[in-house]
């Protein structure tokens, strides 16, 4: 089993920046596919980026792609995300997701496709 704690969000302007911190236990997740997704107040949660294992291939949605980054620490066992530039359009709840499954050429952008999730963490990004 992998448990999955999120931390480092909360309330911030327009244009600010934050930095998610997803720390593993239970299991290494060096070897896992990882991912960020967020879930605004009556919306589907949506893919925000993943990385997978080797820590270098990372794919990201549209609406943050040039603004996050996502990157691991295998050593730390642990996943974050840089957030520059927040928008008001930005605000969710962000969670964090591991997926046992591996691929070298796909990429993991749906919710279904990941074994394990945290609690979440909210950001709120006021304008």
């Known amino acids: 089993q992998v448990q999955l704690v999120e931390s480092g969000g909360g309330l911030v302007q327009a244009g600010d920046s934050l930095r998610l911190s997803c720390a593993a236990s239970g299991r290494t997740t060096s070897s896992y596919a990882m991912g960020w997704f967020r879930q605004a107040p009556g919306k589907e949660r949506e893919f925000v980026a993943t990385?997978?294992?080797?820590?270098?291939?990372?794919y990201y949605a549209d609406s943050v792609k040039g603004r996050f980054t996502i990157s691991r620490d295998s050593a730390k066992n642990t996943v974050y995300l840089q957030m520059n530039s927040l928008k008001p359009e930005d605000t969710a709840v962000y969670y964090c997701?591991?997926?046992?499954?591996?691929?070298?050429?796909?990429?993991?952008?749906?919710?279904?496709?990941?074994?394990?999730w945290g609690q979440g963490t909210q950001v709120t990004v006021s304008s």
């Open positions: 997701g591991a997926t046992v499954s591996y691929s070298g050429t796909y990429y993991y952008t749906r919710a279904s496709e990941y074994d394990y």
């Open positions: 990385i997978r294992a080797n820590g270098y291939s990372k």
